[in-house]
């Protein structure tokens, strides 16, 4: 796939450079993007001020009519978004088309349901109270989940009435240039949409940093997170951020161990470990622990890694070889430490080609360990015993962290009890389903703001009230 281009006003703009992407179980080159310019950065986003009083005018169920479309179209695209996320992102096409492709349609169609349901107008005493679109929306988009996040974002904030610039990360580029397609195709007006491929640092800053710019809407690193926020604050612009994680898994006593634990070794291996909400501690009790690591381990060892294109494969490379290294190196750094390398640590001798590790599991480190501590963004799992559930609660929360996690109990008011206690923005109770209508986001340097459901769609609402 070749794309030289940024879409802006509804005009697809030649690029004088490009960027290469990576297949990274193949480590060859499959696509190239546009590369924009900060001067392109200015151009859209007068294009989407342009765009935005009638698109955020338009009465509301026209604009739900036009977003009918885009899903339209984006299902016809299904099977080459699972392709092209396959190839792009490396992710097992199991996953790729349930966890990226089948639910970033499905946030799509959660944006329009709530914006048919929303009550854009209310009431209180002699107050008539009443939302309206932010603005001009800049969404950037990390790697590890390119169509989700894109989705994830850009649906709320179309459904809201407000027009987006849109910068997807630039190692995974190509699933934004079929959602923009879908765009075309839907007969959304020009300027509602904007793309814009390139390099964070240049095309993600300008965003952020841009005073035709209402709203900030990033999701990665807690590092960049800090420095895209300071920009927007600078402005007093909103600002949404989704960012890091270290989330426990909290398994009681009375909880059936190995459901509990073989979940969280899933959740922990999800996308190759590149998950923000994975849960990455596993915190269990201390006379149960043996038998737990040896669960976990026995589990992670028997996972399928190798080509994502394989429908039995379960854990794929991961995206790049830089990130390859950065993980081995906290891996090593752990053992170094004194850490018990249960199983996986190194790349499967028989892949020889792309950026592979292993399913890891890490025991006998201090929750206090930079391995406990710090977002390792891969396949790397670490066990930790407690001896109560009041210091099961300390671990838990005991991270700068606060993203998502689970508790695991005999019964559901056990485990409630215990997810009231827990500083974190969404858990998971026994394995329940996850829910595109809940909000998502996190505590602490998890982030600001919240994405999904009802509660995402106002991220992209501003609210005005008229006394009379």
């Known amino acids: 796939m070749k794309y030289e281009t940024v879409l802006i006003g509804g005009r697809w703009l030649p690029t004088t450079e490009t960027i290469d992407v990576e297949n990274p179980a193949t480590t060859q080159v499959i696509g190239t993007s546009g590369r924009a310019t900060v001067a392109q950065v200015d151009q859209a986003v007068a294009a989407a001020r342009d ?22 179209a984006l299902r016809g695209r299904r099977r080459e978004l699972i392709d092209v996320t396959v190839a792009e992102v490396g992710t097992p096409v199991a996953d790729a088309t349930a966890w990226h492709v089948d639910l970033g349609i499905e946030l799509v169609v959660s944006a329009i349901r709530n914006l ?16 309206r679109p932010v603005g001009v929306a800049a969404c950037i988009t990390p790697w590890n989940y390119p169509f989700y996040q894109l989705t994830a974002k850009v649906a709320p904030a179309l459904a809201a009435g407000c027009t987006v610039v849109l910068k997807p990360a630039e190692l995974t580029p190509l699933s934004a240039y079929l959602f923009a397609e879908a765009v075309e195709e839907a007969g959304l007006p020009a300027g509602v949409f904007n793309l814009l491929p390139g390099i964070g640092a240049e095309i993600g800053a300008a965003l952020a940093d841009h005073d035709g710019v209402d709203l900030v809407s ?9 420095a895209v926020g300071a920009a927007a604050a600078g402005r007093l612009a909103k600002v949404c951020l989704e960012l890091g994680g270290k989330s426990a898994s909290l398994v009681c006593a009375d ?12 959740s922990a291996m999800l996308n190759a ?12 009790p201390a006379e149960r622990y043996d038998e737990a690591v040896q669960i976990a381990g026995a589990h992670a060892a028997s996972l399928v890694v190798g080509d994502p294109t394989d429908e039995t494969t379960q854990v794929g490379p991961l995206v790049s070889r830089n990130q390859w290294e950065q993980v081995s190196a906290m891996v090593d750094s752990a053992v170094e430490r004194g850490a018990r390398l249960v199983t996986g640590g190194t790349k499967p001798a028989e892949l020889g080609t792309g950026h592979y590790l292993a399913p890891t599991i890490l025991a006998d480190l201090s929750p206090d ?3 406990s501590q710090e977002e390792i963004f891969g396949p790397v799992l670490v066990v930790h015993p407690y001896t109560d559930e009041d ?8 991270t700068r962290y606060g993203l998502a996690g689970a508790v695991w109990a005999g019964s559901e008011d056990r485990a409630l009890a215990l997810a009231r206690r827990l500083e974190t923005g969404q858990v998971d109770l026994n394995g329940a ?36």
């Open 116 to 131: 048919r349901a929303h009550r854009f107008e209310s009431e209180v005493g002699n107050s008539l109270l009443f939302q």
């Open 391 to 398: 210091e099961a609660v300390r671990i838990a929360n005991g």
């Open 369 to 371: 360990d930079p391995a």
């Open 51 to 72: 765009a935005l009083p009638a698109w955020g005018s338009l009465p509301l169920e026209q604009r739900a009519t036009a977003l009918d479309r885009l899903v339209d």
């Open 255 to 266: 909880a059936d161990l190995e459901t509990a634990v073989r979940s969280t070794v899933e």
């Open 218 to 226: 990033f999701t990665g690193s807690t590092k960049v997170g800090r």
């Open 273 to 284: 470990g590149q998950t923000c909400s994975a849960w990455t501690r596993l915190l269990v």
């Open 433 to 468: 389903a996850f829910n595109p209508e809940a909000p998502f986001g996190g505590w602490k340097e998890s982030g600001l703001g919240r994405e999904l459901g009802r509660i995402g769609l106002e991220e992209y609402l501003e609210w005005t009230a008229v006394q009379r």
